[in-house]
């Protein structure tokens, strides 16, 4: 079965507003990383954050971890229809990488 | 730069058929994977490696081998296809410090088996 659970499973907002997507997991990781997907391309990543790190910034995104709930949040803050993607949570453990099943995100113009 | 280029980007196989997918990158990672996708199921991590000579099995193995004779290149061989192989195929690699880490993912290989 997939380590990651991705939710909601589909999000619909307007641009300028702020996006929150939320992944939890099952076992023990090493990292935890988010991708993004535009329809019918590979992967890229966004940000990996550690299993000792509580939160970390890159830019418009902010990634939360909690080991002890087993839970990430990716918060894509001031959106743009550029955005609109496919968002998928990645957990490691020992080389292991197994992604979760995504949340669909549409930024409206 | 190439970065990671997996062939062909699309193939049509009958069932019963046998057919290589072909994985190069550049960046000299030691981590290469395969991942498949299929609608509503995200990706599911089919073999992976850590280095020339060492592959292991992931969440979904079954009908498919690999093998790592250089850094390079990381094949995906499909020995009988089957309908239930139909999906996008995806090709990653990255750097490996004691954990994996940033992935970079090939452009996909749709394969359809009939």
């Known amino acids: 079965s997939q380590q990651g659970e991705e939710d909601p499973q589909a999000l619909s907002i307007q641009e300028g507003e702020n996006a929150t997507m939320n992944c939890s997991y099952k076992t023990s990781i090493n990292n935890l990383q988010w991708y993004r997907q535009n329809s019918g391309r590979g992967l890229v990543h966004l940000i990996l954050i550690r299993s000792n790190e509580r939160e970390k910034h890159s830019g418009r995104l902010r990634v939360t971890l909690d080991t002890s709930k087993k839970s990430s949040s990716l918060l894509i803050t001031a959106s743009r229809a550029a955005d609109t993607a496919s968002y998928f949570c990645?957990?490691?453990?020992?080389?292991?990488?197994?992604f979760g099943a995504g949340t669909r995100l549409t930024v409206k113009p | 730069n190439a970065g990671v280029t997996q062939t062909p980007k699309f193939q049509v196989l009958k069932t019963g058929q046998s057919m290589t997918l072909q994985c190069a990158q550049d960046m000299n990672h030691e981590y290469m994977s395969w991942y498949r996708q299929d609608p509503g199921m995200g990706l599911r991590l089919i073999h992976y490696?850590?280095?020339?000579?060492?592959?292991d099995q992931g969440e979904v193995p079954n009908g498919y081998n690999v093998s790592r004779s250089t850094t390079e290149d990381f094949p995906l061989r499909l020995l009988s296809a089957a309908p239930s192989q139909t999906s996008v195929y995806f090709c990653?690699?990255?750097?490996?410090?004691?954990?994996?880490?940033?992935?970079?993912f090939g452009e996909g290989s749709r394969l359809t088996v009939l």
């Open positions: 490696s850590v280095g020339a000579g060492i592959t």
């Open positions: 990653a690699s990255s750097f490996l410090a004691g954990e994996a880490g940033e992935l970079f």
């Open positions: 990645a957990t490691d453990f020992n080389n292991d990488m197994r």
